[in-house]
C-alpha cells in the first residue's frame, strides 16, 4: 500500500484540478491522477472562461497544475485501472474506510474520499476523415467554435436526432448555413417551413466524404458524387461518459435523450457531485456531457468544497467519540 490521502481526484481536467485546488486550500491532502487524454486536445484555444478567452487548452490545464501543488496538492500522470472499497463500511459511517485505488504500473494509494472526473468520449459519426479534422474545421458547439467560423459557409450534417438545433444556433453565426440530411430523419413540413423563413439550405441525400485540400475543409461529397463547397462542417458526436471506474464501484450509467434519440451517457449525482455511493464524487462531463470547460471548473470547485465539508463532518464525529471516550475514562 503507498501512500493515504483524504482526497484522490482521478481526471486531471478543469474539473478536477479545480476540485485539487480547493481542496489543498483547505489543507486537505490530495492526489491527482491524470492519464493525459483531454477532451479539447486538438483544440487550438478554448472559449467563453472568463479572464482566460482564447487560452491554449494545454496551458490552462499546465497552470491549473501548478496551481494546486502549489497549495501543496500532488499530481501523478498515470492511469487508474480500478478503485474499489478498501474495507467493510464501519458501522455509522457510510463511506466505510476508504478506497484503494490502483494506478496502471505504478503505486496503489488509498482515499478517504474518491472524485472521479474522467469526461467523456466523442463518438463521431461514421464518415471518413472527421476525426482527423476535429476540433478545427468540423465542429459541433456553437459556443466552443461558432465565433470562429462567423460568416462563412457552413454545414450541418444531420444525426439520429437531426440537425433542426445546430442548424439554427450556427445561422445565428452566418448567413450560408447548409443542412444536410444525411441519415437523419426526414423533415416535417413545419421544419421545412421554419429553415425556409430562417435562410437555411437544405440537401438531401448521403454525405459520403470529406473535400480536403492544403489541410483545409473545402466541402463534402455526396452519394451522387456532387460536392458542395464548405468551410465549416457541424456534426453531432455521441457523448458516451468515461465510467468505467464508476460502474466498478457500483454505479449505473443514465441515458440523456434528445426526444425518442439516446445522445449521451451520464453518471447521475447531486447538484454537489455527490454520487448514490458513500464517498464517491462527480464532476465534469462525465455528470454533465453538456458543460462546457467553465463550467466543468466551476463545478470540480463545488465539489471539492462539499468533499473537504464532508471531511469536517466525518473528523468532527470521531474527535467527539475521542472526546466522550476520554471523558469516561477520567470519570472511571
Known amino acids: 500500500m503507498g501512500e493515504q490521502y483524504d482526497v484522490v481526484v482521478v481526471g486531471g481536467g478543469p474539473a478536477g484540478l479545480s476540485a485539487a485546488v480547493a481542496l489543498a486550500r483547505s489543507r486537505r491532502s490530495v492526489l491527482v491522477v491524470d492519464a493525459g487524454e483531454p477532451r479539447n486536445a486538438t483544440a487550438e484555444h478554448a472559449h467563453n472562461y472568463l479572464g482566460r478567452e482564447g487560452v491554449v487548452p494545454a496551458d490552462l490545464l499546465a497552470d491549473g497544475r501548478a496551481e494546486a501543488v502549489g497549495y501543496g496538492a500532488h499530481v501523478l500522470d498515470g492511469r487508474v485501472v480500478f478503485a474499489g472499497p478498501a474495507g467493510p463500511p464501519d458501522e455509522g459511517d457510510g463511506a466505510g474506510r476508504g478506497f484503494d485505488v490502483h494506478v496502471q504500473d505504478g503505486p496503489t494509494v488509498r482515499a478517504r474520499r474518491l472524485l472521479v472526473t474522467t469526461g467523456l468520449t466523442d463518438r463521431l459519426p461514421a464518415l471518413p476523415g472527421l476525426a482527423g479534422r476535429w476540433g478545427r474545421d468540423v465542429l459541433h458547439c456553437p459556443y466552443c467554435h461558432g465565433w470562429e467560423v462567423r460568416d462563412r459557409a457552413i454545414g450541418v450534417l444531420a444525426g439520429p436526432a437531426g440537425g433542426m438545433h445546430q442548424a439554427q ?164
Open 169 to 332: 444556433l450556427f445561422r445565428q453565426l452566418s448567413g450560408s448555413v447548409t443542412l444536410f440530411t444525411h441519415t437523419g430523419p426526414a423533415l416535417t413540413a413545419e421544419q421545412s417551413e421554419v429553415l425556409a423563413a430562417r435562410g437555411v439550405d437544405v440537401v438531401d441525400g448521403e454525405v459520403v466524404d470529406l473535400d480536403v485540400a492544403d489541410d483545409r475543409l473545402r466541402g463534402v461529397r455526396l452519394a451522387s458524387g456532387e460536392t458542395v463547397p464548405l468551410e465549416a462542417l457541424v456534426v453531432a458526436p455521441f457523448f458516451a461518459a468515461n465510467a468505467d471506474l464508476l460502474t466498478d464501484l457500483g454505479l449505473e450509467v443514465t441515458e440523456m435523450r434528445m426526444g425518442d434519440v439516446v445522445v449521451a451517457t451520464h453518471v447521475a449525482a447531486d447538484p454537489t457531485g455527490a454520487t448514490a455511493v458513500p464517498g464517491v464524487w462527480v464532476a465534469g462531463n462525465v455528470a454533465n456531457p453538456m458543460t462546457q470547460v467553465v463550467a466543468s471548473a466551476a463545478a470540480g470547485m463545488t465539489a471539492g468544497a462539499a468533499l473537504n465539508a464532508d471531511l469536517v463532518a466525518e473528523d468532527t464525529r470521531a474527535a467527539l467519540a475521542a472526546h466522550r471516550a476520554q471523558r469516561e475514562v477520567v470519570r472511571g
